[in-house]
Every structure is written in structure tokens, then in C-alpha cells.
């Protein structure tokens, strides 16, 4: 994947699903969460299940927490949310 400071939104754009999402997991919360309300697109690809393992992965990392339910996305989020004073 190229460095995030080589992607103008154009070139994002051109990326698949999976590869926008590994960029996505190199971002903060608070850019995750701003990057995915951009468009319905970025919210359904932030949202697919398919991704659950790697938001849950995400929350270990960041939470020390071991979240095994559906909605992993929502759940970074929201513990994104209560944890930082970004928001």
C-alpha cells in the first residue's frame, strides 16, 4: 500500500474495499470515524462483517479489550468515542 501522504481522495477512491480498510487500520479514531461518514460507500465498507476480525483486532490493540460480538466497527467507535477527548 502506498504512505497515507501519497493518496489524494481521487486515488483513494480507485482503491478496493479491502485495501481502503487496511489503510483505514492505520489511522485514529477520530480519522476513522471522519473518514467513514464521507460517503454511504465508506460507511457500508466500515460497517461490512467481513471486516469484523480486523476492527476486533483494532480493539485489542488500542482497548486492551477482547470483543467477540457482531458490529466490531460500532464498537471501536464508540469505545474510540469514550476514551478520547479528540471526539
Known amino acids: 500500500l502506498p504512505p497515507l501522504t501519497a493518496l489524494s481522495p481521487s486515488s483513494f477512491e480507485k482503491l478496493n474495499s479491502d485495501e481502503k480498510i487496511l489503510i483505514l487500520l ?6 476513522i470515524f471522519q473518514v467513514c461518514q464521507t460517503s454511504k460507500n465508506m460507511r457500508k465498507i466500515c460497517e461490512d462483517p467481513r471486516y469484523d476480525s480486523l476492527w ?4 485489542m490493540e488500542e482497548f486492551s479489550i477482547n470483543y467477540q460480538d457482531k458490529g466490531a466497527f460500532k464498537k ?8 478520547s477527548q479528540e471526539f
Open 76 to 83: 471501536y467507535v464508540n469505545l474510540a468515542t469514550l476514551y
Open 26 to 31: 492505520r489511522l485514529s479514531g477520530k480519522e
Open 56 to 59: 476486533r483486532k483494532k480493539i
